[in-house]
């Protein structure tokens, strides 16, 4: 807090003009040849013991996000709301409780994230969220995934301040995840977290000798969509030695589209090992195709239903879920033990 030093003098004699006291009378304290010497020592341990009261103007934070926005607050974020579940997950995993979160479609909000989630108020879902409803929970800040929200941008950015995000491969994780740290006032703790999933991540691909396909297949239709090789689950997988079968993406510097529709004649021709389904609201019609039953992967009991964590797993919480699941599922032999954040 500054102090207002106008009305207080120093004098070169035996004494030392200091504050007024609440009676508004000069407080007199005799010099002494040291206390030039001690008062400078208190003031250096004053400054060392509680830098934000010396330091204010260092508590703003300049962050830039995947659109190439810069984005400026004043001080850490303390309310974010997350139109994502990737927001209210970095934040949980930083200690910070969410103030609102979009739902997981027809699922609600995200059951990995625990049931403390269940009472952060709902937006609804991430590609339409009630602004409205933000206006009145006023956060201080919003994480959002860029491509659901390019359209309501400049309304969310009126009512608080928005870090649009990609979302889709395991550098924009770990991006992600950095920015968030920055933006929460918690960079050391986000760095760390980032480090010891890549030390984890690195362990079990040195443990890992596997040399099978691989397909992630969702969709509650006729035909599965199954996702490039980009996409941070199928990253996670090709990084543990399996080949996803969806390939590279076309456009690679954007990103977009996450995969393609696949036939099953086509997918039963790529024949992989291993097939993970995504979570569906509807029965999965393809799974009920004559041709169904002779990919390799069925005909040998590989193939695992997983959660919603698989579907939005670049928080902190869902991707060290994901490896859970990998390590418990792909390498049932090894000792298995679950280190997830939650």
Do not use: C
């Amino acid at each position: 807090m500054p102090v207002d030093y106008a009305n207080n003098t120093i004098t070169n004699g035996s004494h030392l003009n200091m504050l007024f006291n609440p009676d508004k009378e000069k407080i007199q304290i005799k010099t002494g040849p040291g206390l030039w010497r001690r008062l400078v020592i208190s003031i250096t341990w004053v400054a060392i013991a509680f830098p934000a009261l010396t330091q204010a103007g260092d508590s703003s934070v300049t962050l830039t996000d995947d659109r190439g926005k810069t984005i400026e607050l004043t001080r850490p974020a303390t309310r974010p709301a997350a139109i994502s579940t990737f927001g209210a997950d970095v934040a949980k995993a930083l200690g910070v409780q969410p103030v609102a979160i979009t739902t997981f479609g027809l699922q609600g909000t995200p059951a990995y994230l625990g049931p403390d989630m269940d009472k952060v108020p709902s937006l609804g879902t991430r590609h339409q969220p009630n602004l409205e409803r933000l206006s009145r929970i006023a956060p201080d800040l919003v994480f959002a995934i860029r491509r659901y929200t390019e359209k309501d941008g400049p309304q969310i950015e009126a009512i608080a301040p928005m870090v649009a995000l990609d979302l889709i491969t395991l550098q924009d994780s770990l991006d992600a995840t950095a920015l968030a740290g920055e933006a929460l006032g918690r960079p050391q703790q986000a760095q760390q977290i980032n480090e010891q999933f890549l030390a984890r991540l690195n362990s079990l691909a040195v443990r890992s000798t596997s040399n099978r396909t691989v397909a992630i297949l969702t969709s509650g239709g006729e035909t599965p969509f199954v996702y490039y090789d980009h996409f941070l689950t199928a990253a996670l997988l090709e990084r543990l030695h399996l080949d996803n079968v969806g390939g590279p993406p076309p456009n690679r510097d954007s990103g977009i589209p996450l995969g393609y529709r696949i036939s099953l004649e086509a997918l039963l021709t790529l024949n992989p090992d291993v097939i993970f389904l995504l979570p569906s609201n509807r029965q999965r019609g393809y799974t009920l195709n004559p041709v169904w039953p002779y990919l390799q992967a069925v005909k040998n009991d590989q193939v695992f239903e997983v959660g919603q964590h698989w579907k939005e797993s670049a928080g902190p919480i869902a991707r060290s879920l994901v490896l859970d699941d990998m390590e418990r599922l792909l390498f049932p032999d090894n000792t298995w033990r679950k280190t997830s954040l939650r």
